[in-house]
């Protein structure tokens, strides 16, 4: 029989481990969900010393994706400039904290670095910046497996990431992190806002053939545009994985003309898409008749850049998406288009807008949380709804940290229906941020922890 | 029969422009014994020189002025560098040409910039040929460039010339004792060496051409001359050291293969080092080569 002490004793001390438990949960709880409320220890480059906010900008001076990163870079400085001295976006996006006169009261100053096109040149560069130039905030695209491998440096050393042009389901999907936030579209979006309108315009009884970018971006994007194409009717006869570097397509381009597909999907995007496109021109594919149809051309990721460097002659009517064009007749695009070309004397393209989004966004959700510590300011991004940036009404998932928007599907003008030099693409139909929305859980990945791994 | 004609023309152009790079290299370590790693650097300047001077003048006086550029360029290149090492190591040869090369791409990437430069193809050359007007064993619409078709034309016909000049000229015929025996003919008072730097300038010449017409197909950048270099090297080992035939048929092997297995992309990146591999183990000396030359 047990003595009653002895129960006594050992019930309270299962008592006491119980309320220790109890109070330590109750103790921690208030400090997750309260703003502020975390003591602000120091993580990556924060807390800042002296009176400037430095940011850097990562992007591709050389490779494949060059056009993209100097377009990239231009929007970024234009961005420094609004934040310090006012104009562009700031005027338009609502909600918004930014006074442009600085950030917090700092100053904004940013350094450069070349990717490359290259994931390991992309790190070496950010590692500079970071450790080096103590940089608060990084961005810069262009090429998913290059922000990937920044986003995990980024969440490895406690610095907000703000990606540039990366459109592989990857960024937001299984690679995910905390410290890591999209503004642009993803290959998901483009086969959901796509697929329905080619399979209209050229029928639901398609062959395709897909060419493809062999690293992340690619794949996603080769996966999103077969599951849709197929749920519209079309099959897909055969993808080949092409390499970054390729610059001569003939191989590939051969193996399309000998098969009995009447559709070429290219999931190619900068320098590699323009040789491609031009280079099955130049195969006479846009003139082609394959079981009894004309041969079509389609190029999910489409841009202005792109556009303009395979020339009009060679991408009239060819249908794509893209985030975003210079000719949008919104409040805060055409700020944002006023003030690019007042400063470079032409538009900017979709790289130069989703950089320049990045930025102001960044900056104000500084604002909002009152300070830079990364941990707050990343809440303040999450879930963040915001207007006046072109696009409508766009939602920075919290889930995922994709942004959600309306996806613009666009087509190539001919040389006779282009206005201007830069006025390459018309709009032929805006896809609402409902259809696109996906739910996060498809793609699997986690953000991780709100303190740097 | 469409699809077997579309193959082999594509490696056919694949081939021709691998074979003009090679052909070059193989002439020069055929006569001079060197391993001239900087031949890449040497198609490089020449698509650089075409871009340059085919935008400010026309392409037809780049025809005639990149050639004689570049022959100029592989005398100097010879008379005051490579011929210094002539009789040390291959693998001396190797890193000083190499060095070369990497300085060449450099100072291109300090004028131009990293990024490719366009290359416009001239009017005459631009546009598709309808083949299936011409060829009547083709069944329906069968287009190809001209601008890859003119790279053929281009490629073989520099090939007949300079095996005719090889076989055909006195220049020739002293060239090819000297490649026997150089000792022999200068104590017959034959200056060798004079013909040999010749031929070096003659190799340049033929990367000239590499970049005038290959130039638009494989993009003008700094890095260019390395990206062709490589399978051109390969082309050289498995056509045997030297021997130019060999060149000829390792280049039209390895343009057919990538050609034909451009579906299998795994395939397609490791075939021509799988081939490679394969002629080597069975023939070291590669498939025309001399018999105990670099086996």
Known sequence: MTKKSDVSKTVSRRSILKAGAVGAAAMSAPMFYARNAWAEKAIGNYPISGDTMMLGFNVPQTGAYADEGADELRAYKLAVKHLNNGGGMLETMTPSKLTGSG????????????????????????????ERDKVIMFGGGSSSSVAIAQQHLAHDLGIVFMAGLTHSNDTTGKDKRRYGFRH???????????????????G???????????????HTQHDAMKRATEAQGWTTVNNIMTPLKSTDFSQYLTAILNSDADVVVLNHYGKNMVNSLSQAVEFGMRELQKNGKTMEVVVPLFSRLMAQGAGSSK????????????SLQDAGSQAFVKSFEAEYGFPPSMAAHTCYCQTLLYANACEMAGTFYPPEVIKQLEGFEFDGMGNGKTLYRAEDHQCFKDILVVKGKSPAEKTGEFDLLELVD?????TVTYDHKIFGGELGSYEPS | MNHIFLQILTG????????????????????LGVVNF????????????????????????????????????????????????????????????????????????????????????????????????YLPFLEGFVAYPKWRLILIVVSFSTVISLFTLLQFTKFGLIVRAGMRDSQMLAFLGVNITRRFTIVFGIGSVIAAIAGLFGGPITQVEPEVGMHMLIPSFLVVVIGGMGSLPGAVLASLILGMSISFTAEYAALQQIIIYLIAVIILLVRPRGLMGKKGLME
């Open chain 1, 103 to 130: 950030v917090l009261g700092k100053k904004v100053d940013f350094v450069t670095g070349d990717t490359q096109t290259n994931p390991d040149a992309a790190r070496t560069s950010a590692r500079r910046m970071i």
């Open chain 1, 184 to 202: 642009f579209f993803n290959a998901e979006m483009t086969g959901i806002a796509l697929a329905p309108i080619i399979a209209k315009e050229y």
């Open chain 1, 204 to 218: 639901k009884d398609r062959r395709a053939f897909h060419l493809t970018a062999d690293y992340s971006w690619g």
């Open chain 1, 315 to 326: 991408i009239q009517g060819v249908l794509g998406t893209t985030n975003w064009n210079w």
């Open chain 1, 430 to 434: 805006t896809t609402p941020r409902e």
């Open chain 2, 12 to 31: 056919l152009q694949i081939s021709a422009l691998y074979m003009l790079i090679a052909l070059g290299l193989t002439l020069i370590f055929g006569t």
């Open chain 2, 38 to 133: 900087a031949h890449g650097a040497l198609f490089m300047l020449g698509a650089y020189f075409a871009v340059e001077i085919s935008s400010q003048f026309g392409f037809g006086v780049a025809i005639i002025a990149v050639p004689i550029l570049l022959f100029i360029i592989g005398i100097i290149m010879e008379r005051g560098l490579i011929r210094f090492f002539y009789e040390r190591p291959h693998t001396d040869q190797i890193l000083v040409t190499f060095g070369l090369a990497i300085v060449l791409g450099e100072v291109m990437k300090t004028i131009y910039g990293a990024n490719n430069l366009p290359f416009d193809i001239p009017k005459w050359g631009s546009g598709i040929v309808r083949l299936h007007e």
